[in-house]
Nanobody, 123 residues
Framework: QVQLVESGGGLVQAGDSLRLSCTAS????????MGWFRQAPEKEREFVAV????????HYADSVQGRFTISRDNAKNTVYLQMNSLKPEDTAVYFC????????????????WGQGTQVTVSS
């Protein structure tokens, strides 16, 4: 019922910034909590950030706290991930996802996933 498309990934140097976007169709993002996950090669998918559908609260993984900011524009049906001070360890495919839960932080709590966008940070 929900289709998610990420964009904004690319190749950057350590210390640079990127802004990822996730646009939804089929349903408005206001119906869901929206999260970002990432998966590096041969590693498990890990939680990055989530923004709730109700009180507009946010939560971040410790590894990105203070560097990444998640936001949403419900009128545009879009969720963003602003990534600053990027590190080589941030290199991964980044996925956006939608959940009916309030602040889901595990992949099993998400119902819909985008195709992913590659972020590569060189040193």
């Amino acid at each position: 019922q929900v289709q998610l498309v990420e964009s904004g990934g690319g190749l950057v140097q350590a210390g640079d910034s990127l802004r990822l976007s996730c646009t939804a169709s089929g349903r408005t993002v206001s119906d869901y909590s929206m999260g970002w996950f990432r998966q590096a090669p041969e590693k498990e998918r890990e939680f990055v950030a989530v923004i709730s559908w109700s009180l507009v609260s946010t939560h971040y993984a410790d590894s990105v706290q203070g560097r990444f900011t998640i936001s949403r524009d419900n009128a545009k049906n879009t969720v963003y991930l602003q990534m600053n001070s990027l590190k080589p360890e941030d290199t991964a495919v980044y996925f956006c996802a939608a959940s009916s839960d309030y602040e889901p932080m595990t992949e099993y709590e998400y119902d819909y996933w985008g195709q992913g966008t590659q972020v590569t940070v060189s040193s």
